[in-house]
């Protein structure tokens, strides 16, 4: 049977990440991952994620994503590759709406630097035209990640440091036991000291026990083209916008493909990633396009393609990191809402940290998975 110190299932965005920090603290680890390493079968491919500073989702988030913005830098030098781009986000909505008031606040909590804009000015900045009665915020501690460069990066890393990461090998099952844990794959059955999960929207059965309600809700990006000289970096924003029906968030282009545009929510919630169709189609573009119609200045916007994501939910739509709190021995992190990419730097630390010590420094206590009470699961 093979062992090792910390086990880690699911080697996507987090798995990656944590898989890297445990080798470099010199543990023995073993990733296991059930399809090829950056696969478009979870929640970390598209090409792009989002990282911005002012976290209009709630201030608690801003200690957690300067420690993350660092790491991604270091992690670009310790691979040499191009993962963050920097690029200005503007929040734009209803002036007391969730997003804008969401961003000041915690511009304001933590001292960090947003530009307040008025409908007038946004239009006149960007190729945007929104009510008059909507703001915008305007942040340059924003840009974008490669998605599926972050986890080779991570990756390539943990191997180099000695992990050893086994792709196309799905984990059916896990228990505690009394030194650790024993986890059975289609393949072989390992003895673990410490397991950690990170298995994405698949969670919703390997943490079935945990007591958190989660779902799962698809997702599908889409590209739009235009006139490509004026959608590049220089001059279009990554927006958020607080719209009716929405909120829609996109990225300038980088090349042909051109502008990525997604609703972000707005979909029914599933109970597992079964029901998630994994096929866009031309419905799946209409309301990109009804947005673009409505607030966008630019001429001659055209489909271009698709990709189909899914979002693993929480009712609150905030995280959980924890210790498993029946089995000390056990690490998860599930939950991620839709907005944890950026944090997968920082999240694969704590991991590293509850795995190898039992406890984190990093500040998490919003995250606990306890928080939903129990009894209150999905049918
Ligand atoms: C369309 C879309 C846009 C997003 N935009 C942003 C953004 O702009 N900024 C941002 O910060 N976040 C964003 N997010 C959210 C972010 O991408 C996710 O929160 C993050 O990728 C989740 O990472 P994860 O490791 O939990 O899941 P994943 O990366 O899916 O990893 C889980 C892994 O576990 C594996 N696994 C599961 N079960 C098993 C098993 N039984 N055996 C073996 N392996 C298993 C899976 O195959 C998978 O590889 C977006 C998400 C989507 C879908």
Redesign the pocket.
């Known amino acids: 049977m093979p062992s090792c110190d910390v086990l880690v ?7 990656s990440a944590t898989c890297f920090e445990l080798a470099r603290r010199g543990a023995r680890v073993v990733g ?4 090829p390493l950056a ?1 478009a ?4 491919h ?1 090409r792009t ?3 911005r500073t002012a976290y209009y989702e709630h201030p608690d988030y801003v200690p957690l994503l300067r420690r993350a913005w660092e790491r991604w830098y270091e992690l670009e030098q310790l691979t040499g590759k191009h993962l963050l781009t920097e690029c200005p986000c503007l929040s734009v909505g209803p002036e007391g709406g969730q997003v804008v008031a969401g961003v000041r606040a915690a511009a304001r909590a933590h001292r960090l630097a947003v530009e307040n804009l008025s409908a007038g000015d946004v239009a006149r900045l960007f190729p945007f035209r929104f009510p008059d009665d909507f703001a915008g915020a305007l942040e340059h501690a924003a840009g974008f990640l490669a ?1 599926e460069e972050c986890v080779r990066a991570h990756a390539l890393a943990a191997v180099e440091h000695g992990a050893d990461l086994r792709t196309e ?3 059916r099952s896990w228990v505690a036991t009394n030194d650790g844990v024993e986890v059975v794959t289609d393949r072989d059955t390992y003895h673990s000291a410490k397991l950690v999960v ?5 969670a919703t059965r ?1 943490l079935a026990g945990l007591g958190v309600p989660l779902t799962v809700m698809r ?1 599908v ?1 889409t590209w739009f083209r235009t006139d490509p000289t004026l959608v590049r970096r220089d001059r279009f924003p990554i927006f958020l916008a607080d719209v009716p029906g929405g909120p829609f ?1 996109g990225l300038p282009a980088l090349d042909a493909d051109g502008v990525k545009i ?1 609703r972000h929510y707005g979909q029914p919630e599933l109970p597992d990633p079964d029901g998630v169709d994994w096929t866009a189609t031309a419905a799946d573009f209409e309301p990109v396009d009804a947005f673009l119609r409505t607030y966008s200045t630019l001429p001659h916007w055209t489909p271009a393609h698709a990709a189909v ?4 939910l929480t009712p609150d739509r905030h995280f959980v990191i924890d210790t498993h709190p029946e089995f000390p021995q056990v690490a998860v ?2 939950g ?1 809402s ?6 997968a730097t920082v999240v694969g630390e704590i991991l590293a940290d509850l795995a190898l010590t039992g406890r984190t420094a990093h500040p998490i206590g919003m995250f606990r998975a306890g928080r939903f009470g129990s009894g209150d699961l999905p049918a």
């Not at 296991?32 to 399809?35: A, D, G, K, R, W």
């Not at 839709?338 to 944090?343: L, V």
Request: hydrophobic share 40%; glycine share 20%.
């Open positions: 299932i699911g080697v996507g965005g987090m798995g296991l991952e059930q399809f696969h079968r979870g929640s970390s598209g994620r989002i990282i998605v090998e799905v984990v990170t298995a994405g929207a698949w390997l997702q990006q968030y997604a994501c899914q979002y693993t992190a599930c991620f839709g907005h944890g990419f950026k944090f």
